[in-house]
């Protein structure tokens, strides 16, 4: 079955800086690589996704990349800023028949922006 | 995106004894699916919630400790039997197809305590 690796677990920036999460999947099949930003206490939400047919995706301070061929994909985000500390969680799923099925995900990335 | 909500926000349970969470959704939904979130931990999926049948579980997750009820496109219930204290955890719904067929949104989630 697929398999998500995402790296690093923990990130610390300065305000302002860059900050860049790194996932790898297994399966080639996948075909729906989203984002969720997860604060303390509250459910994952949904900040950015993006489709096995397109390289890159971006979103005001947020872009998303996919190499298919190396099997990764990234999450950027410029400009950081506090309220940007959160849990970070990749996740990966493959398409069931016109379906989209379950979401694998990677184990988490803890960002801290210090003002 | 839709309105998910989900019942018991949170509760604390003697062992040997059972719960059951409701989800419910405003409006109707191709796919819901139960996850579990262990303090500090990712997201692994129980199982996906089929409207007429029976529920798909994962590998390590059972229908006779996590009974699944889909009675309609709306509405879904999980049960945690027989709880033990390893049973603690944020069990989370999610819902797909609510714009597009490959976006998932979660619930709240249901914090479960067993003493």
């Known amino acids: 079955g697929e398999n998500v690796e995402q790296h690093p677990s923990t990130l610390s920036v300065q305000e302002g800086d860059s900050a860049v999460i790194k996932c790898t999947y297994s399966?080639?099949?996948?075909?729906?690589f989203p984002w969720y930003k997860q604060e303390l206490g509250k459910r994952p939400q949904l900040i950015i996704d993006?489709?096995?047919?397109?390289g890159e995706k971006k979103d005001q301070r947020i872009a998303v990349t996919l190499n298919k061929t190396a099997k990764h994909f990234s999450l950027h985000i410029t400009e950081t800023q506090p309220e940007d500390s959160a849990v970070y969680f990749c996740?990966?799923?493959?398409?069931?028949?016109?379906?989209?099925?379950?979401?694998?995900f990677g184990k988490g990335t803890k960002l801290s922006v210090k003002p | 995106s839709a309105v998910i909500s989900q019942k018991p926000s949170r509760d604390i349970c003697q062992r040997g004894t059972s719960l059951t969470i409701q989800c419910q959704v405003d409006?109707?939904?191709?796919?819901m699916f139960w996850y579990r979130q262990q303090p500090g931990q990712s997201l692994t999926l129980i199982a996906t919630?089929?409207?007429?049948?029976?529920?798909?579980?994962e590998s390590g997750f059972v229908i006779d400790k996590f009974p699944i009820s889909r009675p309609n496109l709306t509405f879904s219930t999980l049960t945690v039997s027989n709880m033990s204290p390893e049973d603690s955890s944020i069990y989370l719904c999610?819902?797909?197809?609510?714009?597009?067929?490959?976006?998932?949104?979660f619930g709240p989630g249901t914090r479960l305590t067993v003493t």
């Open positions: 999610s819902v797909g197809g609510v714009l597009t067929s490959y976006e998932q949104y």
């Open positions: 919630a089929n409207q007429g049948s029976e529920a798909t579980y």
């Open positions: 399966d080639s099949a996948s075909n729906y």
């Open positions: 409006s109707q939904v191709t796919m």
């Open positions: 996740a990966a799923s493959m398409d069931y028949g016109g379906s989209q099925g379950n979401l694998i």
């Open positions: 993006i489709r096995s047919n397109v």
